[in-house]
């Protein structure tokens, strides 16, 4: 429904106007020189936007398209781990678990809109995740190896040349595997000779210098320009900001859907068969507390980057990595908290009921309630730009047209403009659609 609804906004309208004039290759080799080195996230994106220019109905399919990729990667690699930890479950509640943590990571977003509903935005943030994902998937396979190794390479290069801040927590997290494989070898020779880390050494390479790329560029420097001074102590004031923001602004309000959409691993866990070899021996307290303080270090070093290199908490966008990384880690806890059988029979019946009249009660407000706000946004979206074209059809000279406001976008990014003919979001509807007058957006009255 969402998809169906959504529309271009913004920055969108730039890219299609840069790539309608200039080409792909220019469009992002411009972009690499003059602003930021995301090679990969820009050509994906420039390819795409090249093809379907401003024909709404096409872009329709990319946020739907992104949560099945998401679904399909978390199956295969959920698959993979099963096959790894020695755990034996159904196909079935295989696509039950990856359905519900593609749920999970939807809801837990800061914020919606911009981060799954955005076109330009999704390109270096919710693909990425996406690339992570299936990344992971092709390393841990054990099938089709050509494959499974060009598939990792393509994940890992898109990775590396899309976002320095997301690139340096999955290379962190790619560095500790490795360390870790090399303290069980307790040999280099024998660390090396193994395939599997043969494979995973060749893809760290490759991550490492497709890295390298994005941070040699020229348009990073000048961008960088645009920030304020960078003060190394005071990022750290910003960190503790954004801990506090999470734990007072965003963790609350999210709890409903941790319950709904984690439970199933809680349910998957209690009912999973495990080989009598299985290394799952941790007792969950332990377990817990280990997981705990592993996810905590990553937010911190996570949000401390941001501070550093923005000099601020970041927009929603840029900390959607915080909502994966609290997905995974509220899925693993669930899942081991089952495993281990925290729950007596009744309790894991009392939170079963519980989630599902929980997730049944809030997904049928949610869908009223959506569908009313975003058809209404969509309805008045549609007609603003009819009105636009037609009177670009008869419009001699240039003029100021005064545009009425779009009504909330709900769930969805907005592409509300300013009452300013000189801010970006107004310059960039009329490269869009090649408008001959200036536009602005009425103030909405109080």
């Known amino acids: 429904m969402l998809c169906y609804f959504n529309r271009l906004a913004t920055d969108d309208f730039y890219f299609i106007w840069d790539v309608r004039n200039h080409g ?15 090679f990969a996230a820009t050509l994906f994106m420039d390819i795409f936007y090249k093809g379907f220019d401003i024909q709404q109905s096409y872009y329709s399919l990319f946020p739907f398209i992104s949560a099945l990729l998401f679904f399909t990667g978390t199956c295969f690699l959920m698959k993979n781990l099963g096959r790894i930890l020695f755990l034996f479950f159904p196909n079935s509640q295989i696509l039950f678990a990856a359905a519900s943590l593609t749920a999970l990571l939807f ?27 299936w990344g992971c998937a092709f390393l841990s396979s054990i ?18 040349g899309s976002s320095e801040v997301y690139s340096a927590i ?25 395939q599997q880390n043969k494979k995973l050494l060749f893809i760290y390479a490759i991550f490492a210098i497709s890295f390298l790329i994005f941070l040699v560029a020229p348009g990073n420097y000048l961008r960088d320009g645009l920030f304020p001074e960078r003060k190394f102590f005071y990022s750290f004031f910003i960190t503790a900001k954004s801990f506090i923001k999470l734990g007072v602004l965003y963790l609350p309000f999210k ?13 998957i866990g209690d009912s999973c068969k495990s080989s009598p070899i299985n290394n799952l021996k941790i007792p ?7 997981t705990s303080i592993a996810f905590v270090i990553l937010l911190f070093i996570f949000y401390w980057m941001v501070a550093y290199v923005m000099v601020e908490s970041g927009p929603p966008r840029v900390v959607f990595l915080v909502s994966f990384l609290l997905s995974v880690y509220c899925c693993c806890v669930f899942f081991y908290a089952g495993y281990k059988k925290i729950l007596n029979k009744k309790q894991l019946d009392l939170t079963k009921k519980t989630g599902l009249i929980l997730g049944s009660g809030m997904m049928i407000f949610l869908i009223f309630s959506q569908y009313k706000t975003t058809s209404a946004y969509a309805k008045a979206y549609d007609q603003r730009i009819d009105y636009i074209l037609e009177l670009n059809k008869i419009t001699e000279k240039d003029t100021l047209i005064i545009l009425n406001p779009l009504p909330p976008s709900g769930m969805l990014y907005s592409a509300e403009i300013s009452n300013d003919t000189s801010h970006f979001t107004n310059r960039e509807l009329r490269l869009g659609y090649n408008l001959k007058y200036h536009v602005i957006s009425e103030k909405k009255k109080d």
């Open 24 to 38: 792909v290759i220019i469009g992002v080799t411009s972009q690499y020189m003059k602003w930021c080195g995301r």
């Open 107 to 133: 809801f837990l977003s800061f914020d919606i809109g911009e981060s799954w509903f955005w076109f330009c935005g999704m390109s270096s943030y919710l693909w990425s995740i996406i690339a992570f994902v």
């Open 143 to 160: 099938k089709n190896k050509v494959i499974s190794l060009l598939g990792a390479f393509f994940c890992f290069v898109y990775i590396a």
């Open 170 to 194: 999955f290379g962190l997290f790619f560095t500790v595997l490795l360390f870790r494989k090399y303290r069980i070898s307790k040999n280099i020779k024998i660390f090396v000779s193994a």
């Open 255 to 267: 709890l409903v859907y941790i319950l709904t959409f984690a439970t199933p691993f809680l349910i």
């Open 284 to 290: 969950f307290r332990s377990f817990f507390y280990t």
